[in-house]
């Protein structure tokens, strides 16, 4: 038995796993990638609706009621401005962190053939691709954070109609079930 054949099989089973690993990462941002657009139809779907019930309120009319409503259509209308731009930003850094990422994978073989003398190729696709993935991530948190802060304001003009429609404030229990301070 000779040596070099059992390196080789080492060697050939390093460059898969090389060339693997990234498909865990890509894997990631596709599920991001899915979830984002998802999210992105959602807010489109919903301002929609919102111009849909900006058309159907009455022109001239100034009464407390219509101009709540108006309040919150435009104040609604601005959160979901802000979220539709961030989801897109979110979804191209996302591709981009697949392409990224592919880059990394197939520069592995690449760099195979030039016996590592590209080595630091595939390490930096990996790189910015992870970098993107992280920054996807976190611009998705952003956009988490309007969206709640949208529905809060949504909500609160709800316990206002709610107050008002039958003179009795609406409480919400705010706390999870089973959570402290019931009893």
Not at 19 to 28: E, H, K, R, V
Not at 30 to 55: F, I, P
Not at 140 to 159: D, F, H, K, N, P
Not at 161 to 178: D, S, Y
């Amino acid at each position: 038995m000779t040596l070099p054949p059992l390196i080789d099989l080492l060697s050939a089973s390093e460059i898969l796993s090389a060339m693997i690993t990234p498909a865990l990462l890509i894997s990631a941002s596709g599920t991001l990638a899915l979830s984002t657009t998802n999210r992105l139809g959602r807010v489109v779907d919903r301002v929609r609706r919102l111009a849909e019930m900006a058309e159907e309120l009455p022109d001239g009319v100034a009464t407390t009621s219509v101009v709540e409503k108006r309040a919150l259509i435009a104040d609604q209308i601005r959160w979901h401005s802000q979220r539709l731009i961030l989801l897109q930003r979110t979804i191209v850094t996302l591709y981009t962190a697949i392409g990224l990422l592919v880059g990394a994978s197939l520069t592995v073989g690449l760099s195979v053939t030039t016996q590592w003398a590209l080595g630091c190729v595939p390490v930096g696709f990996g790189l910015l691709g992870a970098a993107a993935l992280l920054v996807a991530a976190v611009m998705l948190i952003r956009e988490s954070r309007l969206a709640v802060r949208g529905t809060l304001t949504e909500l609160s003009y709800v316990r206002e109609i709610v107050a008002r429609k039958t003179t009795v404030p609406l409480v919400i229990n705010e706390k999870p079930e089973g959570g402290q301070g019931e009893g």
